[in-house]
């Protein structure tokens, strides 16, 4: 675990469950609050979410804790506009395939959008078209022919 690294190896410090908790605790909170800062949003984002949301049956899979996650989307008030949410410990490329074969969806007429090599790597693992966002790097990965504003 990385606190207990940090007590040990950087701090050099004896520590207990107690102090991690603690420390995980007030490092959750710090990361929540900024989280839920609806001025660090990409606007196009937020946007294509509350205008375009009730389009698309809308789903999010991520890497980020599935917990903390949906305590976000909901400080955000962006939870109605998803049909569910998803995060770790699943592994994105696992959630994916479960939305499929649950829902009953073809993948190629799903739309993975995504910033990371990872959400890239999910897509193609599922046979889903992939959109590069936000990440010039990933945007070059992008296999369908429009954009988020064209969706």
């Known amino acids: 675990m990385k606190f207990a690294y940090f007590f040990e190896k950087i701090r050099k410090e004896n520590y207990c469950e107690e102090d991690i908790y603690d420390l995980a605790s007030t490092y959750s909170n710090a990361v929540k609050s900024l989280l839920i800062n609806k001025d660090l949003l990409i606007d196009e984002s937020i946007s294509f979410i509350l205008n375009k949301g009730k389009n698309y049956r809308m789903y999010i899979a991520s890497g980020s804790d599935g917990k903390e996650l949906n305590e976000v989307c909901q400080g955000l008030g962006i939870t109605p506009y998803f049909h569910s949410i998803h995060g770790s410990p699943e ?4 959630i994916l395939t ?3 074969k649950e829902h009953r969806h073809n993948p190629s ?3 993975m959008i995504g910033d990371a090599k990872n959400d890239y790597d999910a897509a193609v693992e599922n046979n889903i078209p992939f959109l590069g966002f936000n990440n010039p790097e990933i945007e070059q990965l992008t ?3 429009f954009t ?3 969706l």
């Open 91 to 94: 592994k994105k490329s696992a």
């Open 98 to 100: 479960r939305i499929l």
């Open 109 to 111: 007429s799903c739309l």
């Open 143 to 145: 296999n369908i022919n």
């Open 148 to 150: 988020l504003s064209e």
